[in-house]
């Protein structure tokens, strides 16, 4: 599916719509955050370790529509809690739930038996640990009888052979 399809609006129940995307910055994550902010039934919560000046701008002019958290997901320490997302989320109301798992990063590349052990650790927070985390502190999120999706973005090195 393109992300014009994953986001259709035959795909999604009528009402407000909430997107809470890991890694908008560039690549795929980007590309879903500019296709939602152009929709305005959509609420996008974006998870980022930085934000581009564009999306600063979007979220200065629609503020109700964009909510940032800056947060380098490397660092599991100080992840979004419950808590943390339920008072973004709850006054919303959405009748859609659609968090997107898509933060990556690209190191460590090379030999096995070569690799930087902190390199892997962080790879690993950031690729999965981080991801389990915050699925689990958003399914934790009281928003009643909803639609809840997951969508994990996967690394191109599931497709093609990469070293490491």
Not at 81 to 107: G, Q
Not at 113 to 127: E, F, R, S, Y
């Amino acid at each position: 599916h393109s992300v014009s399809n994953l986001f259709s609006r035959q795909s999604f129940s009528h009402g407000l719509q909430v997107a809470v995307i890991t890694g908008t910055s560039s690549g795929i994550g980007k590309a879903i955050f500019d296709k939602l902010a152009s929709d305005p039934s959509f609420h996008v919560v974006s998870i980022s370790r930085r934000f581009l000046e564009e999306q600063e701008r979007m979220k200065a002019q629609a503020p109700e529509r964009f909510h940032f958290v800056a947060k380098d997901l490397q660092d599991l320490s100080g992840l979004p809690s419950t808590e943390d997302l339920s008072k973004i989320l709850v006054p919303l109301s959405p009748s859609e739930l659609i968090f997107v798992n898509n933060a990556a990063v690209i190191e460590p590349i090379g030999d096995i038996g070569t690799l930087d052990a902190v390199k892997i650790m962080q790879h690993v927070n950031v690729g999965f640990t981080a991801q389990m985390i915050l699925t689990n502190n958003l399914m934790g999120v009281q928003l009643g009888d909803i639609r809840k999706r997951i969508l994990n973005i996967s690394s191109g090195a599931a497709t093609r052979v990469i070293d490491g």
